[in-house]
C-alpha cells in the first residue's frame, strides 16, 4: 500500500464515488520493479506479460522505460503498439494462435514467435516467412502456487525437431522457452529448464543449427502473505544455472514477467455487503461477503492457490476464522473456506477493505457483467 494510493482512496471516498470496488495501481511501483529486474538480471532483456494488467498507462510507462511486450493475440500486439513500442520489441508468445491472426502480426511488423509443434511451425512458414520462432517446452510447475501446468510446451526431446522443421521451412530456428509456474517461490526452478535448453542447443549445433535465445519466462513472484526472495535472488541464481550449463557460451536471454511487474503495483478496495452464520449454534463460523468475488476480479482465488492479504480499519483487535465469499448468485463464488482467513471480530458490513498485491491478473480476470455486477473499475495514477 502506498501514500499515494491511500490518498486516492481517501479523495474517491470524499467524492461518495466510492460504490463498486476498484483497482488501483501506481505507476511509480510498477517502475521500481522494472528498474529492479533490469538490475537483478543486466543482460536480459524484458519482455512484460501484457495479459498481467494491460492497462494503457502501464503499456506506455513500460514502453517509454524501453521494455520489451509479450503478448497473445492481435489485440494485445494493437495495445502494445498504440503505447509506443515498435514491433522489434513484440513477441507473439502464445503457442497457440490461428493462422490469420500470425499473418495479421506479421502485417503489423511482428517477427518473433513461440511455437510447440510442428503444425504450429507450419503456419509460421506460410504466415510469417522468415521469422524468429523459439520453441516453448514443458515444465512441471513444482514450487509454483500457480502453476501452468501442461497447456503449453512440448517434451524437451521433441523440441529439436519442432526447431529442425522450422530451419528447413526457412524461419530462424532461434531459441527455447519455458515457463516455470507462475508465483514461483524457488529462484532454483530455473535450473532444471535451463539443463533441457542445454541439451536442445547442443543437439541442434549438431545438425548445424546454432540457437542464439533463451526465453526465461515469467514467475517471479508477488508478495502476497507470505514473504518471497527478492528479484536479486532470482537473478544470482538464473546466472548461476545459466554457466553450470551453458559454460561460457551463454545466450542472449529474456525475461517475461507479468505477476511480478505489476501485482506488488496495486490495490484493490472492496466493501463488506454481509456478515452472517449459517445457524444459531454459537460456535459457527462467521461468512464475510464482499463486493468483489471470483467473477470480477479474484479469480486467482480458485482452489485458494492466492491468498492476498485483506486489510481492514479495524486490524490490531480480535480476530476470528471466516469464510470469505464474493457477491454473485454462483456457489463455486466463495474465495476462502477449505482454509478459513482471519478477521477482525468487530468488522462490520459497509467496512471497507484493502486487497493487497492485486495489480496482476485481477482486471483481466473480470467478467463483462456477470449477474450484473460490472466489470473491475481500475484507476491508474
Ligand atoms: C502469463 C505469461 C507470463 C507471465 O507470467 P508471470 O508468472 O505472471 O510472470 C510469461 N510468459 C508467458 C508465455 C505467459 O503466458
Same mark, same amino acid.
Given at each position: ?22 483497482? +488501483? +495501481? ?17 543482460? @536480459? ?72 509443434? !510442428? ?9 510469417? $516467412?522468415?521469422?524468429?520462432? #523459439? ?24 523440441? $529439436? ?58 514467475? #517471479? ?24 550449463? #551453458? ?47 471470483? #467473477? ?21 483487535? $480480535? ?8 457477491? @454473485? ?34 482486471? @483481466? ?9 460490472? $466489470?473491475? !473499475?481500475?484507476?491508474?495514477?
Amino acid at each position: 500500500m502506498t501514500q499515494r494510493i491511500r490518498e486516492f482512496l481517501a479523495d474517491r471516498r470524499r467524492a461518495g464515488r466510492d460504490t463498486q470496488p476498484c483497482l +488501483v +495501481v501506481d505507476l511509480d511501483v510498477v517502475r521500481e520493479n522494472y528498474l529492479g529486474f533490469a538490475h537483478a538480471l543486466p543482460d @536480459t532483456r524484458v519482455f512484460y506479460a501484457v495479459k498481467a494488467n494491460p492497462a494503457p498507462e502501464v503499456l506506455s510507462l513500460l514502453a517509454s522505460l524501453g521494455s520489451c511486450f509479450d503478448t497473445a493475440s492481435v489485440v494485445e500486439i494493437e495495445q502494445v503498439l498504440a503505447a509506443g513500442a515498435s514491433p522489434d520489441r513484440i513477441s507473439f508468445g502464445n503457442t497457440i494462435k490461428k493462422e490469420r491472426d500470425i499473418a495479421r502480426a506479421f502485417e503489423l511488423g511482428v517477427r518473433l514467435f513461440a511455437v510447440d509443434s !510442428e503444425v504450429e511451425v507450419d503456419k509460421i512458414a506460410r504466415a510469417a $516467412p522468415g521469422s524468429k520462432v #523459439f520453441c516453448r517446452i514443458l515444465c512441471d510447475g513444482e514450487g509454483a502456487e500457480w502453476p501452468l501446468s501442461r497447456k503449453f510446451g512440448c517434451a524437451p526431446e521433441m523440441a $529439436p525437431r519442432v526447431l529442425e522443421q522450422a530451419h528447413r521451412l526457412g524461419l530462424s530456428a532461434y531459441g527455447v522457452s519455458f515457463h516455470v509456474g507462475s508465483q514461483q517461490t524457488n529462484p532454483k526452478m530455473w535450473d532444471g529448464a535451463l539443463k533441457s535448453a542445454a541439451e536442445i542447443f547442443r543437439e541442434l549445433a549438431e545438425r548445424g543449427i546454432s540457437l542464439q535465445m533463451v526465453n526465461l519466462g515469467g514467475g #517471479f513472484p508477488t508478495k502476497y502473505l507470505k514473504n518471497v526472495p527478492a528479484v536479486k535472488a532470482y537473478g544470482n541464481a538464473i546466472f548461476r544455472a545459466l554457466s553450470k550449463h #551453458f559454460g561460457n557460451r551463454i545466450p542472449e536471454t529474456i525475461i517475461e514477467p507479468g505477476r511480478g511487474m505489476v501485482g506488488g503495483a496495486g490495490v484493490i478496495e472492496a466493501e463488506v455487503v454481509l456478515i452472517s452464520k449459517k445457524s444459531e449454534a454459537g460456535d459457527e463460523m462467521r461468512w464475510v461477503y464482499l463486493d468483489i468475488g471470483k #467473477f470480477n476480479g479474484l479469480a486467482e482465488t480458485i482452489d485458494e492457490m492466492i491468498r492476498y492479504p485483506i486489510r481492514t480499519s479495524a486490524d490490531g483487535g $480480535p480476530t476470528s476464522p471466516c469464510v470469505v465469499a464474493g457477491p @454473485t448468485c454462483d456457489s463455486v463464488d466463495v474465495l476462502y473456506e477449505k482454509q478459513p482467513y482471519d478477521l477482525p471480530v468487530s468488522l462490520e458490513i459497509g467496512a471497507k477493505v484493502l486487497i493487497e498485491g492485486t495489480g496482476a491478473y485481477t482486471t @483481466t480476470y473480470s467478467a463483462v457483467g456477470f449477474n450484473g455486477f460490472p $466489470p473491475l !473499475e481500475t484507476f491508474v495514477i
